[in-house]
């Protein structure tokens, strides 16, 4: 089976840094992805691992370790609008995404 | 151009109606997909089209029809649908199968 955890919740002052981890179990593993969606509105892509290591873009950069099947999102100088749902998803021969975290910046 | 654009942006459907929602890319776009998220959950796979043929169908009911008239075009027809059946279809797309996806801003359906 496929299947990804990652955190439900989290909460932040603005400013601060955050950091969302993703667990997965999948077969056919090539990648990481990342999406963010704001309430009523569409997923979003922020970023993609295929290798292991950092992948950096702007504030927000991204983690994976292949071999331990765990990635993080990483936030940096939060604000406000980084409020919303932020989704690890697998690709595989489709994207399966996880249940999603919620973050919520607080001034 | 960027953009994945869905029509209507809200629908509300009785349960012996027929409806469809359309989804428009230009971007070259190979693979679309439909997808259905209800409230506080992941976007959930229904379809995916590859090169305008069906590749995955994820044991989605038959009251749920797809259809890829061509390569920048996605359509759901809808037809006796169940109140459970209310949730945001969202349509996508990406230069192939697995890549980066775009996402429309989606359709409200309600059934009633």
């Known amino acids: 089976g496929q299947s990804l955890e990652q955190p439900s919740e989290v909460t932040a002052v603005e400013g601060a840094i955050v950091q969302i981890n993703c667990t997965y179990q999948?077969?056919?593993?090539?990648?990481l992805s990342w999406y963010q969606q704001h309430d009523g509105g569409a997923p979003t892509f922020l970023s993609y691992n295929g290798l292991d290591g950092l992948e950096e873009t702007g504030r927000f950069s991204s983690f994976l370790s292949r071999s331990d099947s765990y990635g993080y999102l990483l936030l940096q100088e939060l604000q406000m609008k980084d409020s919303a749902s932020y989704f690890c998803?697998?690709?595989?021969?489709?994207?399966?995404f996880g249940q999603g975290t919620e973050l919520s910046v607080k001034p | 151009d960027t953009e994945v654009t869905q029509t209507p942006k809200h629908l509300v459907m009785g349960m012996t109606n027929k409806k469809s929602l359309k989804c428009e890319q230009h971007?070259?776009?190979?693979?679309m997909y439909w997808y259905k998220q209800k409230a506080k959950k992941p976007p959930e796979l229904m379809f995916v089209y590859s090169y305008e043929k069906l590749s995955i169908n994820e044991s989605v009911p038959s009251r749920f029809s797809p259809e890829c008239p061509n390569s920048s075009l996605l359509n759901l027809h809808l037809h006796a649908l169940q109140p459970e059946d209310s949730a945001l279809y969202l349509c996508?797309?990406?230069?192939?199968?697995?890549?980066?996806?775009?996402f429309g801003p989606g359709t409200r359906l309600t059934v009633t």
């Open positions: 996508a797309s990406s230069s192939r199968t697995g890549d980066e996806q775009y």
């Open positions: 998803a697998v690709k595989g021969g489709k994207l399966i």
């Open positions: 999948t077969s056919g593993f090539y990648g």
């Open positions: 971007m070259g776009h190979r693979a």
